[in-house]
């Protein structure tokens, strides 16, 4: 398998959904949502297999200081072959220049982004509002 990247944010419906589910992410449930909303982040990279959409990174920034990641994910089936860690690479590059890389990691996926060289903050938590779409 070659894996191909590319720097678009231009997606199907169908292949948002089909990658989003396929992590089992309740935004997957949304495609016509996720199509918009892939327009409007500032840095979006994808992984392909042939005309699969396997992986995405999705960041938001400032413009000068501080960029946040808001997705990252790669199909299961593709999970282990150093493609999440290619398009974490990728976002790293982009925003070389800026002070801060944030994200919010779940604590099962702490060591992928420790190995990518993030750092846990110790004196901070993450917060949400998440409220349901209809």
Same mark, same amino acid.
């Given at each position: 398998?070659?894996?191909?990247y !590319?720097? #678009?944010?231009?997606?199907?419906?169908?292949?948002l959904?089909?990658?989003?589910?396929?992590?089992e992410?309740?935004s997957g449930? &949304?495609?016509?949502?996720l199509?918009?909303?892939?327009?409007? &982040?500032? /840095?979006?990279?994808?992984?392909w297999?042939?005309e699969k @959409?396997?992986?995405?990174i999705?960041?938001?920034d400032?413009g000068i200081? #501080?960029?946040?990641?808001?997705y990252l994910l790669?199909?299961?089936e593709?999970q282990?072959q150093n493609?999440?860690? #290619?398009?974490?690479e990728?976002?790293?590059?982009? %925003?070389?220049? &800026?002070l801060?890389?944030? @994200?919010?990691? &779940?604590? !099962?996926?702490?060591?992928? %982004?420790?190995?990518?060289?993030?750092?846990?903050?110790?004196?901070?938590?993450?917060?949400?509002i /998440?409220s349901?779409w209809t």
């Amino acid at each position: 398998m070659s894996v191909e990247y !590319k720097d #678009t944010h231009d997606f199907s419906r169908e292949e948002l959904e089909r990658l989003f589910l396929s992590v089992e992410w309740s935004s997957g449930h &949304y495609p016509d949502k996720l199509v918009i909303a892939m327009k409007n &982040y500032d /840095t979006v990279y994808s992984a392909w297999d042939g005309e699969k @959409l396997i992986g995405m990174i999705c960041a938001m920034d400032d413009g000068i200081m #501080t960029a946040y990641i808001h997705y990252l994910l790669v199909d299961p089936e593709h999970q282990g072959q150093n493609i999440g860690r #290619t398009l974490v690479e990728m976002a790293r590059e982009h %925003y070389r220049n &800026y002070l801060r890389i944030a @994200l919010i990691a &779940y604590d !099962k996926e702490l060591s992928f %982004y420790e190995k990518c060289g993030f750092e846990k903050s110790m004196d901070s938590s993450p917060m949400f509002i /998440t409220s349901l779409w209809t």
